[in-house]
């Protein structure tokens, strides 16, 4: 589905990204691993057009996505749940899920939203209050079901763990782990790197904006220097 090829990008005169490529497949779950600063969330960034790509390719299904802006990457069916969940704190949670739907046909939206609550009760029971008022897991859930809302064809993550409590990330990861039968691709970055490589297919790690190694999940997993650098030793 998602095809990264050569990427090059930065902010500035800062170069972050040095030639990245990446495939997502349908149905897949593939993780990006590496510390911090190594340009992970920069490349979410340029995937969804929201930085540009300074050489290489992004094409998605066979539609090229190079310098397209945000907007235009979203209708080609790429949602973003970013770092910090962003929800729109002074709308109501149905309010942020219907922005979360805004391309869709309007009679499409009702039946999104109770997908959603469907696969979130707890957003369904405070649909009416302000998103500001949910717990840090509620946000998560809320950012994530605003992405879901739009039924996209590949969902990505930026730290969907950082800051929640050990439950709350196990009941977040669930929710994951059950998009796998949706047929949809889901790009992950995440801090938690064991969390990560147990429920992705595939993997990358990226040292210093360069792929330094990539392959099945559970081969990282048990990768001598990937479990050194990355899953703080032996468990
Ligand atoms: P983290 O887990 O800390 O978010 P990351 O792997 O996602 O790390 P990025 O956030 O992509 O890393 O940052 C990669 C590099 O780009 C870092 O050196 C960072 O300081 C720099 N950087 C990130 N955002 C900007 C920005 N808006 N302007 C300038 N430099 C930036």
Not at 26 to 47: F, M, P, Y
Not at 57 to 81: E, N
Request: charged residues 20%; hydrophobic residues 45%.
């Amino acid at each position: 589905m998602l095809k990264v090829d050569s990427v090059c990008a930065g902010y500035g005169h800062i170069q972050v990204l040095s030639e990245v490529s990446l495939t997502v497949m349908r149905g897949e779950i593939v993780t990006i691993v590496g510390a911090n600063g190594a340009g992970k969330s920069t490349l979410l960034r340029t995937i969804m057009g929201s930085l540009p790509t300074r050489l290489g390719a992004v094409s998605f299904l066979d539609q090229r996505l190079t310098g397209l802006p945000p907007d235009r990457v979203a209708a080609a069916g790429i949602r973003l749940v970013p770092e910090g969940r962003r929800v729109f704190a002074t709308l109501s949670v149905e309010e942020n899920l219907r922005a979360g739907a805004y391309l869709r046909p309007k009679a499409e939206v009702t039946l999104a939203l109770e997908r959603v609550y469907a696969t979130f009760p707890v957003l369904g029971e405070r649909r009416r209050q302000l998103a500001s008022t949910l717990s840090g897991g509620q946000q998560q859930m809320l950012a994530l079901g605003r992405a879901l809302a739009a039924e996209p064809r590949l969902l990505m993550l930026d730290e969907p763990s950082l800051g929640l409590a050990p439950k709350v990330v196990e009941e977040i990861f669930e929710h994951l782990t059950a998009l796998r039968g949706a047929e949809i691709g889901i790009l992950l970055v995440e801090q938690n790197a064991r969390k990560a490589l147990a429920i992705a297919d595939r993997a990358y790690v990226l040292e210093h904006g360069r792929v330094v190694l990539e392959g099945a999940a559970r081969d990282l997993y048990r990768n001598e220097s990937v479990v050194n650098a990355y899953l703080g030793g032996k468990s």
